[in-house]
């Protein structure tokens, strides 16, 4: 039985390398000796300040040496890091942090203002670290990040090593059915093993630390370097981030908040990025058109992987990019929190994939809803599952775990609800979740949640919320609202109000109105009708936006 844990993982291969990079963000590289020295003060900090064995931590921070830093902090520590999605407004924070229990939060300088306004309902959060991003001083109520640093010697690895096991968690959080955020509860060993099986270095799966030195390359030999397009607060980017780290390899982070492709091209060429995390076209689309656009202009022959994850990626844009790059790979995951190595495609210059047609990992296959296989060939729809190691459960939520993390005759299954059908050939297709959620550049946005925040307007007597073909995001929010008399209600000002209660990305990009939404006798919508509706009325440009 394997006990993977990635404070042990890390601090083994920092003895092995201590002088290679760890982490790139513009002018400032740290090694890896540092990058574990530092974690290790913020590990003291947090112990110190009365966090307990497997306590919550949230990181509430963009993208920056500080988020990984706080990861490493949190399992050196035996403590749970938790992501938190920095686009959310007071009350969705609200409810994330007190699901999680969430008793410390390091945040950036520009979150100041949205945690005072929910700081007095939180008591169980005793420690609060601001990290200093140029926005204005720290409050007098948290406890600044470099200040804290400063404590001494790190303290944290004698103190908390015998806690540490690969039974420690690492939670994810993703949106839910309903719109709240559920945590995904990982054991770091099973986390762990399922990384390594498409790591660069590659460990065995019921080995020891012992093992990292006979397998880890000498450090004179190159590294990998991983540059996550994304965000670190979600899965895509956070677990590219785990793979090149427990590779020996670098991060390499772009310095602005916002997705800027030149930033992202200069970093690429300046850095000699060898891996590149995106999502989907939302990243893919506006790099090629940069590319085409200015041809020369970057030296991107380093790349050798683009890994995208969390939407679908058009084989149009693969080729075009595959175009600037010809020995690249363009690989495709079918994945989520829950389900980490569902599938993948792989275009090549060589070989151009679909882009909805993927092949199954080896632990994978699509069943029935009896658990029973479907037969490939058969155009049989069915569920797309995937056995063995996997997340425990979702936190606070037996009745959804129970659904999702499935027993089928000795085997554990998880079912994170995508439909496809399976070739003759053991290729799957796409045909996307049951449910309604909404794909808009890789954020999930499940529709009643929104429609539940429109509601909350008494001018607003009832509405639907769809999706709707977007050519960069994939779906773009839209809803459809009905009101008596139509002509009374801005719809201008209805999404005026609902950016004060939801995140920008959740807020409808073209809103219509309506006298009738026309629900049935059993008080059913009809979604597919109005998801038709929508995309013909966006089409005509008839909208608010």
Same mark, same amino acid.
């Given at each position: 039985m394997s006990d993977w844990n990635f404070a042990d993982v890390w601090e083994t291969i920092t003895s092995l390398q201590p002088d290679h990079p760890a982490m790139v963000r513009g002018g400032v590289r740290r090694s890896w000796a540092e990058f574990d020295d530092r974690s290790g003060r913020l590990a003291g900090v947090l112990l110190d300040a009365g966090l307990g064995h497997q306590a919550a931590v949230a990181c509430y921070l963009h993208n920056s040496l500080e988020y990984l830093e706080t990861l490493f902090a949190c399992f050196k520590g035996s403590l749970i890091p938790v992501n938190t999605n920095y686009r959310y407004v007071a009350d969705e924070l609200r409810y994330l942090w007190v699901d999680a229990d969430v008793r410390a939060v390091v945040f950036h300088g520009t979150f100041v203002e949205r945690i005072e306004e929910l700081r007095a309902d939180l008591p169980a959060i005793t420690c609060w670290l601001w990290v200093d991003d140029g926005t204005g001083p720290c409050p007098a109520w948290a406890l600044p990040y470099e200040h804290a640093l400063d404590r001494g010697p790190e303290q944290a690895g004698s103190r908390r090593r015998a806690a540490r096991s690969g039974d420690d968690l690492f939670m994810l959080y993703t949106g839910g059915t309903t719109g709240h955020p559920k945590g995904v509860m990982w054991r770091q060993d099973d986390l762990f093993a399922v990384l390594n099986r498409t790591a660069q270095v590659r460990f065995p799966e019921e080995g020891t630390v012992a093992d990292i030195a006979a397998v880890l390359p000498?450090?004179?030999?190159?590294?990998?370097?991983?540059?996550?397009?994304?965000?670190?607060?979600?899965?895509?980017?956070?677990?590219?981030?785990?793979?090149? !780290?427990? #590779?020996? @390899?670098?991060?390499?982070?772009?310095?602005?908040t916002r997705f800027d492709v030149v930033e992202l091209l200069d970093t690429v060429e300046r850095e000699r990025v060898t891996d590149l995390t995106i999502v989907g076209d939302a990243f893919a689309r506006p790099m090629l058109e940069a590319l085409d656009r200015e041809p020369g202009r970057w030296d991107v022959s380093s790349v050798a992987v683009i890994l995208s994850s969390g939407v679908m990626w058009s084989a149009p844009i693969k080729e075009g990019l595959i175009r600037h790059m010809p020995g690249v790979l363009c690989v495709d995951t079918l994945g989520s929190s829950e389900a980490v190595g569902l599938a993948r495609s792989v275009s090549s210059s060589t070989r151009m994939a679909s882009t909805a047609g993927f092949r199954l990992g080896p632990d994978a296959q699509v069943i029935r809803e009896d658990g029973t296989p479907?037969?490939?060939?058969?155009?049989?729809?069915? !569920?797309? #599952?995937? @056995?063995?190691?996997?997340?425990?459960?979702?936190?606070?939520?037996?009745?959804?775990?129970?659904?999702?993390?499935r027993v089928i005759g000795d085997r554990r299954w998880i079912t994170p609800g995508d439909n496809a059908t399976v070739d003759a050939d053991g290729t799957i297709h796409l045909l996307g979740r049951g449910s309604s959620c909404i794909n808009t550049g890789g954020e999930k946005v499940f529709p009643e949640e929104v429609e539940e925040a429109l509601k909350l307007d008494n001018r607003v007597l009832d509405a639907v919320v769809v999706g709707v073909p977007h050519e960069r995001f994939g779906e773009m929010v839209v809803a459809v609202v009905e009101t008596a008399p139509v002509d009374a209600v801005d719809p201008e000002e209805l999404l005026d109000a609902l950016r004060s209660r939801l995140a920008a990305y959740k807020v409808p990009r073209q809103l219509f109105l309506t006298s009738s939404l026309g629900r049935g006798p059993n008080g059913k919508i009809d979604q597919r009708r109005w998801r038709a509706e929508a995309a013909e009325m966006v089409a005509r440009g008839a909208g608010v936006s």
């Amino acid at each position: 039985m394997s006990d993977w844990n990635f404070a042990d993982v890390w601090e083994t291969i920092t003895s092995l390398q201590p002088d290679h990079p760890a982490m790139v963000r513009g002018g400032v590289r740290r090694s890896w000796a540092e990058f574990d020295d530092r974690s290790g003060r913020l590990a003291g900090v947090l112990l110190d300040a009365g966090l307990g064995h497997q306590a919550a931590v949230a990181c509430y921070l963009h993208n920056s040496l500080e988020y990984l830093e706080t990861l490493f902090a949190c399992f050196k520590g035996s403590l749970i890091p938790v992501n938190t999605n920095y686009r959310y407004v007071a009350d969705e924070l609200r409810y994330l942090w007190v699901d999680a229990d969430v008793r410390a939060v390091v945040f950036h300088g520009t979150f100041v203002e949205r945690i005072e306004e929910l700081r007095a309902d939180l008591p169980a959060i005793t420690c609060w670290l601001w990290v200093d991003d140029g926005t204005g001083p720290c409050p007098a109520w948290a406890l600044p990040y470099e200040h804290a640093l400063d404590r001494g010697p790190e303290q944290a690895g004698s103190r908390r090593r015998a806690a540490r096991s690969g039974d420690d968690l690492f939670m994810l959080y993703t949106g839910g059915t309903t719109g709240h955020p559920k945590g995904v509860m990982w054991r770091q060993d099973d986390l762990f093993a399922v990384l390594n099986r498409t790591a660069q270095v590659r460990f065995p799966e019921e080995g020891t630390v012992a093992d990292i030195a006979a397998v880890l390359p000498a450090p004179t030999e190159p590294r990998g370097r991983v540059l996550p397009a994304a965000p670190l607060m979600h899965g895509t980017a956070a677990f590219a981030a785990f793979g090149m !780290l427990g #590779a020996g @390899g670098t991060v390499v982070l772009c310095e602005g908040t916002r997705f800027d492709v030149v930033e992202l091209l200069d970093t690429v060429e300046r850095e000699r990025v060898t891996d590149l995390t995106i999502v989907g076209d939302a990243f893919a689309r506006p790099m090629l058109e940069a590319l085409d656009r200015e041809p020369g202009r970057w030296d991107v022959s380093s790349v050798a992987v683009i890994l995208s994850s969390g939407v679908m990626w058009s084989a149009p844009i693969k080729e075009g990019l595959i175009r600037h790059m010809p020995g690249v790979l363009c690989v495709d995951t079918l994945g989520s929190s829950e389900a980490v190595g569902l599938a993948r495609s792989v275009s090549s210059s060589t070989r151009m994939a679909s882009t909805a047609g993927f092949r199954l990992g080896p632990d994978a296959q699509v069943i029935r809803e009896d658990g029973t296989p479907v037969e490939p060939g058969s155009g049989e729809v069915g !569920l797309v #599952a995937i @056995g063995g190691r996997g997340p425990i459960g979702y936190h606070g939520d037996p009745e959804k775990t129970a659904r999702t993390f499935r027993v089928i005759g000795d085997r554990r299954w998880i079912t994170p609800g995508d439909n496809a059908t399976v070739d003759a050939d053991g290729t799957i297709h796409l045909l996307g979740r049951g449910s309604s959620c909404i794909n808009t550049g890789g954020e999930k946005v499940f529709p009643e949640e929104v429609e539940e925040a429109l509601k909350l307007d008494n001018r607003v007597l009832d509405a639907v919320v769809v999706g709707v073909p977007h050519e960069r995001f994939g779906e773009m929010v839209v809803a459809v609202v009905e009101t008596a008399p139509v002509d009374a209600v801005d719809p201008e000002e209805l999404l005026d109000a609902l950016r004060s209660r939801l995140a920008a990305y959740k807020v409808p990009r073209q809103l219509f109105l309506t006298s009738s939404l026309g629900r049935g006798p059993n008080g059913k919508i009809d979604q597919r009708r109005w998801r038709a509706e929508a995309a013909e009325m966006v089409a005509r440009g008839a909208g608010v936006s």
